[in-house]
DNA sequence: TACCGTTATATTTGCCCGAACATAACGAAG
DNA sequence: CTTCGTTATGTTCGGGCAAATATAACGGTA
């Protein structure tokens, strides 16, 4: 393979990795990143915001997900204190982690493949 | 992760898989499948009919790999007995080999991690 | 009870990418 | 020198999907 390639190293591996259900995209690394960000601020609109994705998208990721699995993976309450809010469910702390590990191994399996390039 | 996912196994890892350089995109499932039918049939317009492609299309991948690469990979002469055609060059002959293999260790990643979802 | 920031949802707008269409050149063969 | 199937390339068209916009409901708080 190394003769097909520069010597500079131009060419890598890439790729994109998801779970999927009968029906949708379940899980991708987009819908992750949402995840941790809802994790982190406690706010789908906040979440959306600091990843310059409109509501509307990050909500519809966030329903998407809650419907097709089998406990929710984010609980939302309209009203309240400050508005509201959204939490990670235990699924889906469970899922972030998961998912997040599979990621990584598939990075690592990227990783391996473009330095098969040039061997 | 066996807790998230229903009885069934209705859900798999899955996920997409190239080879990109500095500017664009240079070779993926769906450029590999379009070199081996050029390898089978001997023409760029025959490959492109039999996957449901339009020529132009087949055309432009082609081209985009052609110009990628440190040599073409498709070889292709316009006129001539039967109009012409195209072939692979020993470069694409080695490509196709090489990323139908690279493309066989993901599909294996993928069955892994679906198994791992289950566990 | 007015306010606020959020969740929740429908509708409209816009744009990009691919599909379709069109045209030219090539070169052996008859 | 016409025909034929292919390579080669430009341009136009349309549909689908993302973005933008709009609106309602929710429920603590002051």
Redesign the interface.
């Known amino acids: 393979?190394h003769?097909?390639?520069?010597e500079n190293q131009?060419?890598?591996?890439?790729?994109?990795?998801?779970?999927?259900?009968?029906a949708d995209r379940?899980l991708g690394i987009g819908r992750l990143e949402l995840l941790e960000h809802i994790q982190a601020t406690g706010s789908i609109s906040k979440a959306a915001k600091t990843m310059g994705m409109s509501y509307k998208k990050a909500w519809d990721l966030v329903s998407s997900m809650n419907t097709q699995?089998?406990?929710p993976l984010v609980g939302a309450q309209a009203g309240g204190a400050h508005g509201g809010g959204a939490a990670l469910t235990p699924?889906g702390a469970?899922?972030v982690a998961?998912f997040r590990a599979?990621q990584e191994?598939?990075e690592a399996?990227l990783a391996a493949?473009t330095a098969?390039?040039y061997q």
Do not use: C, D, Y
Not at 3 to 6: C, G, N, T, Y
């Open positions: 393979m003769e097909l390639f520069a131009a060419f890598r591996a890439n790729g994109r990795l998801w779970i999927e259900g009968p379940f699995a089998r406990q699924a469970q899922a998961e599979m191994r598939f399996f493949e098969r390039l």
